[in-house]
């Protein structure tokens, strides 16, 4: 689970769907210490924006195992290529 999962917004969020979503889930998990500090952990890195987008660009470099990319085929040109 990325730390986006964990607050319940998308990689596209504002600053301010962000802080909403921090502050409603730390108001419905309010008695789970565990899960308050996970929580509290994700909106320190994508709430920031210089450490969001350090983490966004690592999600890009390393791929969960849930993440599928389609293979690229291999072809040979068909005619001459300038």
Known sequence: MDHYECLGVGRAA???QINVAARFALW????NALECRRIMAAWFVVGDPNRRFDYDFWLMCNPGPRDTFVPVERKTATGQVP
């Open 14 to 16: 504002s600053p301010h």
């Open 28 to 31: 419905r998990n309010g008695t």
